[in-house]
């Protein structure tokens, strides 16, 4: 079992900067494939990045590239999400997910999430 916590969300205006993070508990973190999605409101969720268990590899969805940037330190069991640039388009509840099934882009492949933290951009 693996327990997820986000946090580092809040308000912020346009062009500012937030970076998240997401504790996991547990000593098997360094096995897991990291992934953060957001949920706009009326929206599906959408996956926006991910990070293999080694860290040697990522992704990141087109709207945010160049923009965020995703990282992990397994020693302090934690994944974290830089995002710069934020614009009004990246309001959401953010949540990070662990699974092992690679840098998959579908919710469904992932095994644990966390309960969210909201991220609003005002213009």
């Known amino acids: 079992q693996v327990q997820l916590v986000e946090s580092g969300g809040g308000l912020v205006q346009a062009g500012g900067s937030l970076r998240l993070s997401c504790a996991a508990s547990g000593r098997t973190f360094s096995i897991y494939d990291m992934a953060w999605f957001r949920q706009a409101p009326g929206k599906e969720r959408e996956s926006v990045a991910a990070i293999s268990r080694s860290a040697n590899r990522s992704y990141y969805i087109d709207s945010v590239k160049g923009r965020f940037t995703i990282s992990r330190d397994n020693a302090r069991n934690t994944v974290y999400l830089q995002m710069n640039s934020l614009n009004t388009e990246d309001t959401a509840v953010y949540y990070c997910?662990?699974?092992?099934?690679?840098?998959?882009?579908?919710?469904?492949?992932?095994?644990?999430w966390g309960q969210g933290t909201q991220v609003t951009v005002s213009s």
């Open positions: 997910a662990a699974g092992r099934l690679g840098l998959s882009k579908v919710g469904n492949d992932y095994n644990y």
